[in-house]
């Protein structure tokens, strides 16, 4: 019981600090789990990043339910995400009752605003902080590269482009290569 709510109240502790969404508490999520409590590894989280974001939900809620999986099985999952959840849902419930209103104060707009920037440093926070962790091979660096000119060129021309095509077109073509990377070994044994 001590266990899940320590899960709970980590979570939850997440989720009440963290403004932006998943990928900003993604930088809090490893600090927190992979750090300070050495509940998962660096390699854990980044495996849990990409199958959070391959999988139905937000990434936040899907490294929760992974975390506390690990850590005490169905409960654990539970506790981690409703902690994660909760204050998140309280916020926003309690900010669309008086959004209109409270935008009105300049400060209050202004407050927003500067937010958003903090957000958007904090995912590129995380996302050079998992580069960083990565074993950069000719073929991932390559991939990354062309994924990020596509997002680029996508913002820059204004079309959308999923970053679940970006993510199955990665895998088709690393998994591509690997099977021609086999098959050329294999090839080269027989002869």
Partial sequence: MKLLLELFWTFAKIGLFTFGGGYAMIPLIEDTCVEKKRWITHEEMMNITVIAESTPGPVSINCATFTGFRQAGFPGGLAATVGVVLPSFAVIYGLSVFLKTVLEIPAAAHAFAGMR???GLLIVNAAVGMIRRMELRALWVILMTCAFAVILAGEILSF??????LMLASA??????????????????RG
């Fill in 117 to 119: 920037i903090a957000v």
């Fill in 160 to 165: 959308h482009v999923s970053t679940v095509w």
């Fill in 172 to 189: 088709a073509v690393s998994l591509a290569v690997c099977l021609l990377r086999r098959s050329g070994t294999r090839g080269g044994r």
